[in-house]
């Protein structure tokens, strides 16, 4: 069941404010990943567990992810989970990378958004 606080936040939003906040996130997650690139078995591990219960759908966007993280250099997944292309936006909405950030840094995101739009209501 949906808290009736999470449909008040969402309420309070620009149509695009989920694609804004995950980058958001996604920034965070970033910075922790160009400190420790060890990290990125967090969301192959994801990958991995989410493949057995997915969609078709959603098995081609774990697929891609998959490609990106086997492949690509830990910088350019980096680079790629802060970028504003079509590709990124689609792609973070079904982020791997569940359990990099804390409880506590999810919240400061939140929070931030929260404050932000207090501000400009």
């Given amino acids: 069941m949906i808290s009736q606080k999470l449909i008040e936040f969402a309420h309070h939003r620009e149509a695009d404010w989920i694609d804004i906040l995950s ?3 996604h ?3 970033a910075a922790k990943l160009r400190e420790n690139s060890a990290l990125l078995g967090i969301p192959l591990y994801n990958l991995r567990i989410w493949k057995r219960t997915a969609t078709p759908e959603m098995k081609i966007m774990l697929r891609r992810w998959k490609l990106i993280l086997m492949t690509w ?16 936006r689609e ?7 569940c359990g990099v950030l804390t409880p506590q840094e999810i919240a400061s995101v939140w929070q931030a958004s929260n404050g932000g739009q207090q501000k400009s209501a």
């Avoid at 792609?91 to 990378?97: A, G, I, K, Q």
């Fill in 27 to 29: 920034v965070l997650i």
């Fill in 73 to 88: 250099k830990p910088e350019e997944i980096a680079d790629f989970l802060v970028s504003d292309t079509l590709e990124s």
């Fill in 91 to 97: 792609l973070r909405r079904c982020s791997p990378f």
């Fill in 23 to 25: 980058r958001e996130l």
